[in-house]
């Protein structure tokens, strides 16, 4: 994983970050090393990295309690996650459409939204498609008058 990171792999600095966060595969448990490498990840606009950025700001783990980082993280993740999203990337939809639902950050619940990129994700073949189709049949059936 380090070397798939060193490579300049996001998704590898991220996966390191969650190592350290958690204290897994034999790493100690250190969130300020956790966010050396979610902010490497974030640095080259991995949207789950950015969140976990935002969330450690806000939170205080690994770093000090800075709400502008915080919100300025969470908005990067709102930024990058709507680029994959309209870019045709399913997993980004249906994040997109949970972000909508449930409100997030500085994102009101819209149900409208949601309802739009859950249906997007829903429209394509792949492991996500099931998972889309439910979120659209509950929301459909929560907001029938």
Known sequence: MKKAADQGHAQSMFAIG?????????LPKDRA????????AAELGFPLAEDMLGAAYE???GVERDPAQAKHWYQKTLEDTRKEAEQGDAAAQLWLGQMYERGFSDVQKNTALAL??????AQQDGPLKSDAQSAVARLERDTSP
């Open 33 to 40: 090393e956790a966010v050396v490498w979610f902010r490497k």
């Open 116 to 121: 739009y990129w859950y249906r997007k994700a």
């Open 59 to 61: 939170y205080g783990q």
């Open 18 to 26: 969650n190592y350290y966060s958690h204290g897994l595969f034999g």
